[in-house]
């Protein structure tokens, strides 16, 4: 069983909100041409609330404000095997009726909000914008001691990886892979690279195929990596069959204490690419998230030859505020940052994504 | 003055639906906490519905199904320079509170529906899937005899050509004009090359850096025209400043009776690139888009050379049925064809997008 919301909106500047008798006979009107009758009226403090039902699983809550917006929920439940009556035409009748009683404007989301599905379709982009993915499949589901792993299947960008209900990379997603790698400016053939993170495997695979001197990644949780191997090939390829090899290592390990680790054996790398979190989304760069992103920050500096480059994701171009403090941040760092930026349309993200190269100024 | 509408559903097994005054004491009490009390209880054929409100703006429409599904639906109205109360934080609190009470699952729209907005920002992809836009303001926007055309601006893709509500192209998009000239892999040099439609500019701009021999442009509304000179550069570049040149024209007229001149004449082209209106998404191939869809393919094919190529966008990649009820009319052609096809992902689409590639069977 899933519930189809529709939603309308209508602009009524001769709605009466105090007297919803006399201003809701168009709204009774055109409701009950599709069988939905009034069931309550409440008279609200600004303005009215109406339900209406039919006999067939439809129900409808009509909303009124004082300044004449008028939105209509149209919830149909669809039980499997019956046809839905609720479509786009129906509403564009409701809305045509309604205008021509003398609704100025209209506006509907043209697609109804699915209620009920097996799982959740809607994420939302950094800056709170409704998205549906087409996911088709729950492909794989496990809580892990550090967070809530799920693979999706959609037809548009092949398997997808979901962590802690973020998208974090699909199949379709080599371009962000090839972004935070320096999108083919950097010949990795006889580098010291160091992974934060990566439990996908796109940026190992990608980088073995050049031949790199050495490659460590220290990625968290064996559960990414296992899920990596087994549903995204599209991704990995065959680079975490083996988690070592003659030039890489994969640790399965917090990186922290790695990063630390190597600062007191003053070990060097030519790169760092860091895949771990996206910048915060926060109204001050303040917090654990911030503090987590300043710490991994001054290690990965740190273990930095003088010149190496530190390639990081950051976060949705819309998200130009959480980018700015970020660029704070690197501004204040103790050793003396230099950067540039990236932006690129990550398919699955549904948003154009901004990533960072850091080097050290000399 | 905006309304956002934050829209929960909770699994309930335990709900009695046919007592609504027992099995709303743990609803009720959650909502009491952001003061929203009960305005009105209807017991409806398939379940129950309650609608409260508080005094400060929200109301909220809760409806429970005799599976358990609860969905509640919170509206808060939003006065500009105000504080808005609800949050993803309060959301989750009510999830919480419900699951504690006995609610097995939750899901939720972790980012409200807004209603009252200044322009629509919710568009569908072709399979019903609901996107909603950054569009942070019309530019522009006139009906004309033939269409609606709409100019919005968007941080992440700039200017945004959308006709009739379909969304056509935006700045970002360089990779739609691409694909539907084949990619790179053609060569126009020395080229006749027919574009149908095509009026913001792109297509042309493209061939015109390549020298061809001519281009020939028939695009019905000058209004587009005039308005992507003016606003969607980053698509047209200066390719349409002035209507004819040495070796291109854009005729600002109905392609039909051109294609039908053409064809009287015996005039051939090297390239014909359809860029009029993607494939209909309909449950058969039949009515007035497809015998127009039909007859601009037969058209076109009679005035493309032995060994010319048509070119033209399809639909989603998602919109599967469709794309191969095209496919079928190709393989139904007088002239006998093949075709190869190709999907790229258009940012401003939040969609992969197929393109085609016809030539004559010879």
Redo the contacts between chains.
Sequence with gaps: ?V?N?F?I?L?CPNLNVNNPDSSSKVIEKVLNEYSLTK??V?L???GF?M?F?????C?A?V?A?P?G?L?I?I?E?VVSGENNRFSNDILSHIENKMKSEGASRT?S???P?K???KF??????T????????FDELVFEEQTPFQNVKIYHS???GNMLILDDDPNLAE?DIIYTRTICGSGRENFKDKNILILGGGDGGILNELLKQNPAYVTMVEIDQVVIDASVKYLRGICDSAMDKLEGDNYKVIVEDCVPWLEKFIKEGKKFDYVINDLTAIPVTPEPVGEMWEFMRKILNLSISVLSDNGKYFTQGNG??A?SALKMYEKQLNLLETRVEYSKEKV?V?SY???WVFYEVWKKL
Excluded at 120 to 125: I, K, Q
Excluded at 127 to 134: C, K, M, N, S
């Design positions: 069983m519930v919301t939603m909106e602009s069931n309550s409440s609200l403090n600004d609330a339900v039902s039919s006999e067939t699983s129900s809550f909303r404000y300044d917006l939105t929920d919830h439940r506006l989301l043209t697609t909000v209620r009920g599905t959740n379709c809607y994420f939302p982009t800056v709170g914008l409704l998205i549906e993915y087409d037809p548009q960008f379709s171009l819309n130009q349309f398919p549904l948003e154009c």
